[in-house]
């Protein structure tokens, strides 16, 4: 397998990009495209001892950055190491893409070089993140900020496909993201999503509050854009305050630290179970080829997740699977 990386699309570019491919050519048995200025790549690469075995770069002389805008990708930085990999994805020279650059630049580029699945209205971010047993996926968590009711219940179908695909939860719960779990609550958009996601076959248990996504109530949530990455800020918002008051409380005193000592496996593992490079970033769903976002900041260890989970994306064969089932949910309706 193939995967093409955005060896600049990131905080750490490129060193972490790269740290983090090598690792994944060990570890996953994976070959890798890096896309990026060829000189910059080999240098750092050199100068920090790592290897560029099995891995084929393909220069790239321009960056675009956080501040450029979603546009430029195909306009003033369409030579930039992101439109780079998009181009060689959609001419099949590679499995896959990652990039953990402009989310926005992104969504645009994947939509119009690699193009949605057919039947697809909206590519959507779709972050894997931790609950009291497991992970849930969120989709969407901002690509799409006004959605229409039929853009949700794909959203509900695609993420039902990635989640058994993927990570292997049979027949996963897919929920929506309202304001009461009564069927009755939220606006417009929530009562039409409600109905069409009742009736899609998925296994649909209906509203969730926020306050109940961490409770394994859903494998699933659906949300429009907007609401969609609030929820996700705030979830990492409120993991990082908690992870942090409760080093504040384990550093307080010799007492306290004994006590830490003590429950320090427990610590560690909570701690890794709310940290985001676990699970690397988010699918881009609905693209006709796999892309994935990872973390602006992502380190080498994200990198590789990130990878690992594309692999496990392509493998489960998800977009064949998506196509199939849109078509299916399309000739219904006629």
């Known amino acids: 397998m193939k995967i093409i990386v955005d060896a600049f699309g990131g905080d750490n570019a490129p060193l972490e990009i790269i740290r983090g491919c090598a690792d994944a050519v060990k570890g996953l048995g994976v070959d890798i495209v890096l896309t990026g200025r060829e000189q910059e790549i080999r240098r750092v690469a050199q100068e920090n001892g790592i290897s560029l075995e099995r891995m084929e770069i393909c220069d790239a002389p321009d960056v675009i950055t956080m501040e450029d805008s979603a546009g430029d990708i195909m306009k003033a ?90 990570m292997g939860i049979k027949r996963p719960r897919v929920a929506l993201a309202n304001i009461g779990v009564e069927d009755h609550k939220g606006g417009e958009l929530q009562h039409s999503s409600f109905a069409l996601l009742k009736n899609s076959g998925l296994n649909f248990v209906g509203n969730i509050e926020a306050r109940d996504i961490p409770d394994n109530a859903g494998d699933v949530i659906v949300a429009d854009g907007f609401t969609g990455n609030v929820i996700l800020k705030l979830y990492e918002g ?37 940290d985001y490079n676990e699970y690397g970033g988010a699918p881009l769903m609905g693209c006709s080829k796999p892309v994935f976002k990872t973390h602006g900041s992502a380190k080498a260890k994200t990198v590789y997740n990130a990878l690992r989970l594309t692999k496990a994306y392509v493998e489960g064969n998800v977009v064949d699977e998506i196509a199939s089932s849109i078509a299916r949910y399309g000739a219904d309706e006629k």
Do not use: W
């Open 77 to 166: 930085k369409s030579d930039c190491s992101m439109a780079l990999g998009l181009r060689l994805l959609a001419q099949g020279k590679g499995d896959a893409f990652v990039s953990g650059g402009n989310s926005g630049a992104l969504v645009v580029g994947a939509t119009l070089i690699v193009k949605r699945i057919k039947g697809v209205r909206r590519i959507a971010f779709a972050p894997i993140m931790p609950k009291n047993k497991g992970c849930f996926m969120l989709i969407d968590s901002g690509a799409n900020v006004d959605c229409k009711p039929e853009m949700l219940q794909q959203f509900g179908i695609m993420g039902s496909i990635y989640m058994e695909k993927v």
């Open 238 to 274: 409120v993991a990082l305050m908690l992870m942090g008051k409760l080093k504040d409380i384990f550093t307080h005193s010799v007492k306290n630290k004994l006590a830490a000592a003590v429950v320090l496996g427990d610590i560690k593992a909570l701690k890794q179970n709310f």
